[in-house]
């Protein structure tokens, strides 16, 4: 029988069989006699039961005497153990696998086990989110019908989180520009800067291009699934001086955000430095 309905069904079948052969009669009410006295399965008494309520409709089962209800694990918690006749830990829901945390022999103790998705890798639901695993899907999802709309997390176009600054300084100085962007997958993300031709026209140029005090940088972070891009100037000279682009791209996407270097020459701050150093900076 299923495990589920285990002691009632196997007792039935008990019946059954010894009434055809008596020779097994013996034998097979010691083994039913065993198994109720270490499960404990009396006759069934449903107001009995505590009443219980799975975080899943999946999750919902029988206890060992297929009589109370019962939640199967979901993923993360405790199952397992494996005592002969003995109590059973609890079963794990559909989809998952109860992995036994022991290692070497001796086997594992009672409910040392962990419930892991079958299934492994973070997935895309219908809803528009990620989920760690198709099984996290099944179970945050709740009620709401949301199936997997494919493998691996849902893509998203890039977004400006926090876009480069207007910021000022002497020529000579050390300065930078940072561009932080969200996107799934992880973006491109490249610097420009943004001049106007004599015509009005506007012109993007990439950076660094030949310049030699200037060099661009991106690392992931500081949160899941962002990058920061740096353009770093350094020392900075007066032609620096404009409107700087960070354009952000992947394959679901493109957008960009602009920041400003504003320059003042260091001559000018020097003359006056005991004066008005303060408004200068
Ligand atoms: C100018 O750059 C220097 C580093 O070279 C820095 O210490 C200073 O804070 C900057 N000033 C402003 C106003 O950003």
């Not at 000279?237 to 404009?242: A, I, L, N, V, Y």
């Amino acid at each position: 029988g299923s495990p589920s309905s285990l002691p009632h069904g196997d007792l039935f079948l008990v019946l059954v069989r010894s009434m055809a052969r008596p020779v097994w009669l013996l034998l097979l009410l010691a083994l039913a006699a065993r198994r109720g006295a270490a499960g404990g399965c009396g006759p069934c008494l449903p107001e009995r039961c505590p009443s219980v309520r799975c975080p899943a409709p999946e999750l919902a089962a029988r206890d060992e005497c297929g009589c109370c209800p019962r939640c199967l694990g979901a993923e993360g918690e405790r199952c397992g153990g494996r005592g002969a006749g003995g109590p059973r830990g609890p079963r794990c829901g559909p989809g998952l696998v109860c992995v036994s945390q022991a290692r070497g022999g001796g086997g594992a103790a009672e409910g040392t086990g962990r419930c892991v998705c079958k299934e492994d890798g973070a997935v895309c639901g219908s809803d528009g989110r990620s989920y760690p695993s198709v099984c996290a899907l099944r179970l945050l999802a709740g009620p709401q019908r949301v199936h997997k709309a494919h493998d691996g997390e849902c893509k998203l176009a890039p977004v400006i989180v926090v876009p480069p600054k207007k910021i000022h300084n002497v020529t000579g100085a050390q300065v930078y520009l940072a561009c932080e962007v969200k996107a799934v997958p992880t973006p491109i993300i490249t610097w420009r800067k943004v001049t106007e031709s004599p015509k009005g026209v506007k012109l993007l140029e990439e950076l660094p291009g030949d310049r030699v005090n200037m060099a661009v940088q991106v690392r992931g972070g500081p949160s899941k699934h962002e990058s920061t891009g740096w353009v770093l100037i350094n020392p900075l000279m007066k032609e620096d001086e404009g409107v700087y682009q960070c354009h952000a791209t992947n394959m679901v996407g493109e957008t960009q955000a602009e920041g400003n270097i504003q320059v003042f020459e260091q001559s000018k701050s020097k003359k006056s430095n005991f004066l008005e150093s303060d408004d200068m900076i």
